[in-house]
């Protein structure tokens, strides 16, 4: 069932309440109460789950963010049951609300006890509520998107054509938090885009992206695009793209699209992104070591880090590395 169309059902109501809840149940599948409501007259959007007070355990603080609070609610004369509401409290973020409860019901729709349902209402509350931590409800920053799109590019063009999809996607860990963006067996790689025409330089962003400690080789590939509005490849397009290499695979589909969750791209936001292309101008390998441009977390003072600085790409070059080396180390990948 599709939340946002629920919800504007219930909105487009304007003769039944002029004040209080307008609910509809869904899931009559599962064990307990689960409802898509509005409150008038502010049309405020809740989810609620109705479930035995005992299921609630005594001391149990449930996930809140700047856009949404789960609220405690006891109905008159119902003292064996708790509803827990799921309010947007920052309309703001209206859309990624509707995606986030799209998202948990989905999660807790095959789960038919009422316990385990609770569980992963918290569970997944709590990774919206990290994601909201990062993100805003603004979308992607421009360069947030011209960097997911050379990372998609580098998985679309080399590493799935070099790998397939279950192992070419289990090899992008940047949006995990790695400081490299992929790590293969033998090699790392770092990707960085660039869109001015001359003299371009290259954004680091601390001093473990460059270290080679432990990744074997060292690979830093720059991608430099043409930026076009309504023309080109665009993001949404790219993401389309790398979505229809991995679709029949259930595994790599489903890792794929968390990646892309934690790196902050959701499909509602997709027409802040559609208007931009970007077309491929340049394509750089350089092996990172030695005198290569960088600082290292070695080079730094006690007290120092989370250090960001450019490197010039006139400089790297005499680093460069052919294509064909760098798939000869990816292919590697294959004999582990």
């Not at 827990?84 to 995606?99: A, G």
Request: glycine share 6%; aromatic share 8%; net charge neutral.
């Amino acid at each position: 069932m599709r939340v946002q169309e629920t919800w504007k059902l219930l909105e487009e109501d304007t003769g039944t309440v002029s004040s209080g809840y307008l609910t509809r149940r869904i899931l009559p599948e599962v064990r307990y109460d689960i409802y898509l409501a509005i409150e008038k007259p502010a049309n405020t959007r809740l989810l609620m789950l109705r479930v035995r007070r005992a299921s609630v355990k005594r001391g149990t603080v449930f996930p809140s963010s700047n856009s949404f609070e789960v609220r405690r609610v006891a109905l008159p004369g119902d003292d064996a049951h708790v509803t827990l509401q799921l309010v947007l409290i920052n309309q703001r973020y209206s859309d990624i609300f509707t995606t986030l409860v799209q998202d948990i019901v989905d999660r807790i729709a095959p789960i038919v006890d009422e316990q385990n349902a609770l569980a992963a209402f918290c569970t997944h509350l709590r990774r919206w509520q990290a994601f909201l931590e990062k993100h805003n409800a603004e979308g992607l920053s421009p360069a947030a998107q011209q960097g997911l799109y050379g990372e998609l590019w580098f998985l679309r063009q080399v590493v799935i054509e070099q790998l397939g999809s279950r192992r070419g996607v289990s090899c992008w860990i940047g949006p995990k938090g790695a400081p490299q963006d992929f790590q293969f067996n033998n090699c790392a790689v770092e990707v960085k885009t660039t869109v001015t025409k001359q003299n371009q330089k290259l954004s680091i962003s601390n001093e473990r992206q460059l270290d080679d400690t432990g990744t074997g080789e060292l690979i830093l590939l720059h991608l430099s695009l043409d930026v076009r509005q309504g023309r080109s490849e665009s993001l949404p397009e790219m993401v389309a793209s790398v979505r229809s290499l991995v679709e029949n695979d259930p595994l790599a589909r489903d890792e794929l699209e968390t990646l892309l969750f934690e790196v902050g791209y959701l499909d509602i936001q997709v027409s802040l992104y559609e208007q931009i292309g970007y077309t491929q101008r340049e394509i750089n390998y350089f092996k990172v070591g030695g005198d290569f441009p960088r600082i290292l977390e070695a080079d730094l003072r006690n007290g120092v880090g989370e250090v960001r600085y450019t490197i010039s790409v006139a400089e790297c070059k005499k680093f460069s590395l052919p294509e064909a080396k760098v798939l000869s180390m990816i292919r590697s990948f294959n004999s582990i």
